[in-house]
Structure formats: C-alpha cells, structure tokens
C-alpha cells in the first residue's frame, strides 16, 4: 500500500508534504490546464477539489476566480492545506462525502483514485454531488506503462504499489459505467532521469514492496536495481511513465 493511502499513519508526513510541493512544479502545465477548464465555464457554484492534498490547487482555483472546497481523509493534509489557503476544506473520505446532491458546478480529481479501495463508489459521490452538466476532471497515472528504456526488462509496472495501478487507462470505462458522460481524453508522458526516478519512486522502499508482495523476487530485483545503477552511472538511464486526464460531465 502507498504511503498516500493513511498519509496520517505514516512515520513522517512531512516528506509527503513535500512531494506534493515539488509535484506541483513538476506538474504544473497540466494543474493549470485543468484549473482554466473549470474557470471558463464560470461556474455559479463551488467546484470540489477530492483530495485536496496540501492545498496547491484549491489555492489555485481560487486565484482564478473560482469558488472551491476541499476534502481529504488525512487530517494531517487538511491542516496543511487550511494553513495554505483561505479555501474551506473538509476532513472527509471520498466514498462518503459530506455534502448535499448537486452542490457543486464540478469536481477535480488528481491521482487519488489509484489509492482508494473502491474507485466507482467515490465516482458515485461524484456524480450526485455535482449538478447536470457539471464538469469533471480527472488525473491519473497508468503505472502498467511504466518503461525503462534500453532496460534488459524495461517493463516495471511491478514497482507501484497502488491500489489501482492501471486506472489512468481504465478510466474512461468506469466513468461510463458510473453514468457520466466522457468528452475529452488527454495523456501525458512524463521523461525521468535516473534522480527524479529514484526520488518519484521511493525505489528502495518500493522494491521491497514488491518483493514483499510477491510481484518480484529478491534476488531479481536487486540485479535490476543494479542493471539501473550502472545505466544511470554511464548517462543511459531515462523512465517513461503515461498519465492521463479524463474530462467528463454529469448528463443533462
């Protein structure tokens, strides 16, 4: 299970909090394209953000103009993000939010679903929470297409310790299970030095995650990490990893 699964279980939050931060530089090309997409319907009610994490895109909802609310189920991120912004945020899990049908003009959703045990049943929230026509946007990563270039086994899906490692490309199926209506998908790759790998994926620890899970051998495993090692030493290290928004609304 990934540390952002019980943020406040963790031994220190603080470094989590910090990932956040150098995320929200990192992905900030896409955090602004889905904030301009809810500000240009000017919506007449608050658009939720699920998951608020640390508080960077409520804050940056808001200086668009748009009204926000924020929910995360850790209390550690709430207080954080309360202390970032000036947005109401709630403690509150997705897969019972606090809140009457249609109060909002839509939702952003960024890699949250790939951590809850029961993604459809917060897509149900969703979709009674936001009114008709409402937009949704969600941003997630498919760790199935994670791909070291030039790797012996360049394949490392096994290396995510999610919940729901494929859910950036599964999505678009869900979403039309859960009733909403898809109009747009746009996939992202991400390019990683060996440093930003190593860091983005807690590598060591999730090794051993998955040694532990069974998804890898130890033995295997180490000969890989090594195999990246001297790679990296010699310049040729580069991970390619596909993350993709979905834009849906709520029928009419």
Same mark, same amino acid.
């Given at each position: 299970?990934?540390?952002?699964?019980?943020?406040? %279980?963790?031994?220190?939050?603080?470094?989590? #909090?910090?990932?956040?931060?150098? !995320?929200?530089?990192?992905?900030?090309?896409?955090?602004?394209?889905? %904030?301009?997409?809810?500000?240009?319907?000017?919506?007449?009610?608050? =658009?939720?953000?699920?998951?608020? +994490?640390?508080?960077?895109?409520?804050?940056?909802?808001? @200086?668009? +103009?748009?009204?926000? =609310?924020?929910?995360?189920? @850790? !209390?550690?991120?709430?207080?954080? %993000?309360? %202390?970032?912004?000036?947005?109401?945020?709630?403690?509150?899990?997705?897969?019972?939010?606090? &809140?009457? +049908?249609?109060? &909002?003009?839509?939702?952003?959703?960024?890699?949250?679903?790939?951590?809850?045990?029961? *993604? /459809?049943?917060?897509?149900?929230?969703?979709?009674?929470?936001?009114?008709?026509?409402?937009?949704?946007?969600?941003? /997630? *990563?498919?760790?199935? !297409?994670?791909? #070291?270039?030039?790797? @012996?086994?360049?394949?490392?899906?096994?290396?995510?310790?999610?919940?729901?490692?494929?859910?950036?490309? /599964?999505?678009? $199926?869900?979403?039309?299970?859960?009733?909403?209506? =898809?109009?747009?998908?746009? /996939?992202?790759? @991400?390019?990683? !030095?060996?440093?930003? &790998?190593?860091? #983005? $994926?807690?590598?060591?620890?999730?090794?051993?995650?998955?040694?532990?899970?069974?998804?890898?051998?130890?033995?295997?495993?180490?000969?890989?990490?090594?195999?990246?090692?001297?790679?990296?030493?010699?310049?040729?290290?580069?991970?390619?990893?596909?993350?993709?928004?979905?834009?849906?609304?709520?029928?009419?």
């Amino acid at each position: 299970m990934s540390d952002f699964a019980d943020v406040d %279980a963790t031994a220190d939050p603080r470094t989590l #909090i910090a990932y956040l931060d150098m !995320s929200a530089v990192a992905s900030g090309r896409m955090k602004h394209y889905v %904030a301009a997409a809810h500000a240009l319907r000017r919506p007449t009610k608050p =658009v939720l953000d699920l998951g608020c +994490g640390a508080g960077h895109d409520v804050d940056l909802l808001r @200086s668009l +103009g748009v009204s926000a =609310v924020g929910t995360d189920v @850790s !209390s550690v991120m709430i207080e954080t %993000a309360a %202390a970032r912004t000036h947005v109401p945020v709630v403690r509150a899990a997705g897969e019972h939010l606090p &809140f009457r +049908g249609d109060a &909002f003009s839509g939702c952003r959703i960024e890699r949250v679903l790939m951590h809850v045990r029961t *993604p /459809e049943t917060v897509l149900g929230e969703v979709l009674r929470c936001v009114e008709r026509d409402g937009l949704v946007t969600i941003f /997630e *990563p498919d760790w199935t !297409s994670l791909y #070291i270039e030039g790797a @012996s086994e360049p394949w490392a899906g096994w290396l995510s310790n999610v919940e729901h490692p494929a859910i950036g490309r /599964e999505l678009g $199926t869900l979403l039309d299970d859960i009733g909403f209506a =898809v109009v747009d998908r746009v /996939e992202e790759r @991400s390019w990683w !030095s060996f440093e930003h &790998f190593e860091r #983005i $994926t807690n590598l060591e620890r999730s090794v051993d995650r998955a040694v532990a899970a069974g998804k890898i051998n130890e033995t295997d495993a180490r000969r890989w990490i090594a195999e990246q090692r001297e790679r990296a030493a010699e310049g040729l290290f580069r991970a390619e990893l596909s993350k993709v928004l979905w834009v849906a609304k709520k029928p009419t």
